[in-house]
């Protein structure tokens, strides 16, 4: 699709516009964002990318776990870790996302004047 | 120690298992189907009708990204040469899903709203260039060749411990290979997406199956995990006489950090650049699938570094991988450390599961890699009215044209040449990161900086690689590592060759919005990026209100 869909290529003489709802492209897909759960999950993914890239913090023989090197049972350890956090920063940001959903919803319903200018603020 | 003894039981396994498999990705075309189109379209052969849920997501992915090649070449690397060429598996794979959580629900989004089938195709949406959507596709479809290759090596490791073929017969030998390989080609032509999602299924549960049960029974065989690493420590300490060097790396010290954790973050960038990867994301049904699926594809992982030991257990074991021609092949230690210690009906399984695990992957790149040329080149540069059927049947060919490619490049060159081709192909494939994926969040990049600086990043790359001497066998591309110039300080290659790509990519903008250049129509708007699957598509708005872009350069996030 990308460019070839670019202004109208069909001539299609205008449909009838569905009742009281005026989308267009720019009709915000989603409300303005809340920093607090963008920034709580950015954190823990952060955390989640850094510290398993910090060789000098885990590259010791002791203590051994069962027989296993520091080294080695240290990094399977982040395996667990890293999916709570990741699951983690799911659940913060579909939740706002769910918010900012059911905002723009309810924004653009009423709809005619203010399609194309609300605020958008896609964060991630 | 020409001509193995074929171990008939685990054999009959391997091919039940593969017919079995081979029905199955047949029978795939059926399955899930919506549309009265059939598979007349590249939404539904290319993308599985991108209807794709988490659990299905889940296996797909995973079974395309933990190759067959992963699970042979990991633990070869751990058996000879240790932590740092084998073990960075391992964090490469944390810092991955964290990665994609960030960013692949933006580019679903996008690729939702504006029916986008590849990355090429957002980033030439996005810049208004055909040209730099040109060179990501082709650095797409290169960089993907030699990895089906690759699986096809994974391949053919299993048939060689299983006793098939011989130093001599070149084309006996490679006959299974080329069998199941045109049998793979068969099912991917008619059933697309929808044969390896299915297959993806057995495939997982029967790997999950082999590498639980040897990580359980062999430590306890071979004297517990402190045995194990100690012949470990010790092999791996040993001096090699010709380079004067210890043979491997047990725990790194401060001179490897650099390359480490280099190593495993440029791979974890490069990852979902590939192809593949983007296609199974594309695949899923809602923005959050590839979301939920960063929290549970972890356990892969863990299941990687349990492999990825096994290279050690085979260390006390005493494996011997033994290839036909005489010589030593580190790529066989696991198949062989299987058929050695499991009775042979196991053995056959586990051996089934690499085989399988090669189809997968093979079958989804070939996809990726034909929808790459039908979009991006075929469209954009031939036929730019090209209907929806047409680009389906144009991908179908392409598919198996990618297929012969990669069969010839297996048995005609050498192996170490699709693993030189492999090793460059991960260079090149970063390179393509800042277009996708700083395109997703800004569009400040100038699209011609951008080809600019893929263009020193691959140069770069490449020379790099090239200047890498093995010091054993004095060849060139002896591995990823090397110092960034000027200084002693070893690092991934990709990742040196990405940060000179960024910088290019920066002074050159500044110079040509300096000079006014016309920056190309971007045609997707910020209410895009954080679309869900319940919004309506640009052509769904367009239908319904004959919606006339205005003039001028859209509002740019």
């Known amino acids: 699709m990308s460019r070839h869909d670019g202004p109208d290529p069909n001539h299609h003489p205008n449909p009838p516009v569905p009742r009281g709802r005026r989308l267009t492209r720019e009709t915000p897909t989603r409300g303005p964002a809340r920093r607090t759960p963008y920034v709580i999950a950015g954190i823990l993914l952060a955390a989640a990318i850094l510290l398993p890239l910090l060789p000098q913090t885990y590259s010791f023989a ?7 090197p520091f080294f080695y049972w240290y990094q399977l350890l982040w395996v667990p870790i890293s999916a709570a956090l990741s699951g983690i920063a799911y659940w913060l940001v579909t939740t706002e996302d769910r918010r900012r959903r059911a905002a723009a919803r309810a924004a653009s319903l009423p709809a005619e004047g203010q399609a194309g200018t609300a605020s958008e603020g896609d964060q991630r | 120690m020409n001509g193995r003894e074929i171990n008939w039981i685990a054999l009959i396994i ?16 059926r399955w899930r189907r919506t549309g009265e189109q059939g598979l007349h379209s590249l939404d539904e052969w290319g993308l599985g009708g991108r209807g794709f849920g988490t659990w299905i997501t889940w296996f797909l992915l995973g079974g395309d990204l933990y190759t067959a090649y992963t699970f042979v070449a990991v633990p070869a690397a751990m058996w000879a040469t240790g932590a740092v060429s084998g073990f960075f598996a391992v964090p490469y794979t944390i810092v991955l ?24 195709d957002f980033v030439g949406g996005r810049y208004g260039s055909r040209w730099l959507s040109l060179a990501v596709a082709v650095t797409g479809i290169v960089a993907t060749m030699p990895y089906i290759a690759l699986q096809l090596v994974g391949i053919k490791a299993v048939l060689t411990v299983l006793g098939l073929g011989s130093s001599q017969n070149m084309l006996l030998t490679d006959m299974p ?36 049960v040897a990580v359980i029974y062999l430590p306890i065989k071979f004297g517990g995990w402190d045995t194990i690493f100690g012949a470990a ?39 979902f650049m590939y192809p593949h990867s983007v296609t199974g994301v594309l695949a899923s049904k809602a923005r959050n699938t590839i979301r939920r699926n960063a929290a549970i594809l972890p356990l892969y992982s863990l299941m990687l570094g349990f492999l990825a030991l096994l290279g050690f257990v085979a260390i006390q074991a005493g494996t011997k991988p033994v290839d036909l021609d005489g010589s030593v092949n580190p790529q066989l230690v696991v198949p062989q450390l299987f058929l050695d210690h499991f009775p042979a009906w196991f053995a056959g399984i586990a051996l089934a599961a690499i085989a399988i695990g090669a189809l997968v992957p093979a079958a989804i790149m070939s996809i990726a890699a034909a929808n790459l040329f039908t979009r991006n080149v075929y469209r954009d540069f031939f ?58 969040y800004t569009r400040w990049f100038d699209r011609w900086a951008l080809l600019a600086g893929w263009a020193a990043g691959i140069a770069f790359g490449t020379i790099s690689a090239y200047n890498v001497v ?22 991934y290659i990709a990742v040196s060759a990405f940060a000179l790509n960024l910088i290019v990519s920066a002074l050159l903008t500044l110079v040509l919005r300096a000079l006014k250049v016309p920056t190309g129509e971007d045609t997707t708007r910020p209410s895009d990026y954080g679309a869900d699957e319940t919004d309506p598509k640009i052509v769904e708005i367009e239908r319904t209100h004959r919606f006339v872009e205005p003039g001028g350069a859209p509002p740019v996030a």
């Open chain 2, 233 to 271: 420590e010790t092999k791996l300490g040993t001096v090699n006489q010709a380079t004067g060097k210890p043979a491997g790396v047990f725990i790194p010290g401060p001179g490897n950090y650099s390359a480490y954790w280099t190593l495993a973050l440029g791979s974890a960038l490069a990852l």
């Open chain 2, 383 to 440: 036929r730019p009215n090209v209907d929806a059927k047409t680009e389906a049947n144009v991908s179908k060919i392409v598919s198996l044209v990618v297929k012969v490619g990669a069969l010839i490049f297996v048995i005609a060159m050498d192996q170490s040449t699709a693993i030189n081709m492999q090793l460059l192909g991960g260079i090149w494939i970063l390179q393509t990161f800042p277009a996708v994926v700083v395109g997703l």
């Open chain 1, 62 to 68: 002791a203590p051994r776990v069962g027989g296993m």
């Open chain 2, 14 to 29: 391997v091919i039940l298992l593969f017919v079995a498999v081979a029905i199955m990705g047949f029978m795939a075309a």
């Open chain 2, 97 to 120: 899903y964290p990665i994609i959580f960030i960013i692949m629900s933006r580019l679903w989004s996008v690729s939702h709203r504006h029916g986008f089938v590849t990355s090429a």
């Open chain 2, 177 to 212: 290979l080329i069998l199941a390989f045109v049998v793979l080609a068969a099912y991917t032509y008619t059933s697309g997406l929808r044969a390896p999602a299915m297959i993806a299924v057995v495939k997982d549960l029967l790997i999950y199956l082999s590498v639980i």
């Open chain 2, 470 to 491: 093995n010091p054993v066998t004095h060849a060139h591309f002896g591995g990823s590592v090397a110092p960034i110039p000027g200084t002693d300080f070893s690092v």
